[in-house]
Nanobody, 123 residues
Framework: QVQLLESGGGLVQAGGSLRLSCAAS??????MGWFRQAPGKQREFVAV????????YYADSVKGRFTIPRDNAKNTLYLQMNSLKPEHKDVYYC??????????????????WGQGTQVTVSS
């Protein structure tokens, strides 16, 4: 079964940390990353990793605050979110692409999506 299975969302206090997980199964991919989406808005790029090289790219808004470690053996990508603020509240989606070249910030370049997980940050 081809899928990206997300887990780890929830409620956290401002200043706290949360780690999301995305496990890939049944698919090949060149890139795996994270997007976020607020109600009524487009999905917004958060971070991506080029799996073969380990090169990572982050949105300016999360640099220094979020990281995306991975577990190669489990084909799992994480989103480690630290020093969270209420404005980080969104539904977070894992996504993968299987192309040599993609526009990493363009959600349309990704082939497969996770089900989304809600992150809520209380003030």
């Amino acid at each position: 079964q081809v899928q990206l299975l997300e887990s780890g969302g929830g409620l956290v206090q401002a200043g706290g940390s949360l780690r999301l997980s995305c496990a890939a199964s049944g698919l090949t991919f060149s890139h795996m990353g994270w997007f976020r989406q607020a109600p009524g808005k487009q999905r917004e790029f958060v971070a991506v990793i080029r799996w073969s090289t380990g090169n990572t790219y982050y949105a300016d808004s999360v640099k220094g605050r979020f990281t995306i470690p991975r577990d190669n053996a489990k084909n799992t990508l994480y989103l480690q979110m630290n020093s969270l603020k209420p404005e980080h509240k969104d539904v977070y989606y894992c996504a993968s692409a299987d192309k040599h070249f993609i526009m990493i910030m363009n959600s349309g370049h990704y082939d497969c999506w996770g089900q989304g997980t809600q992150v809520t940050v209380s003030s």
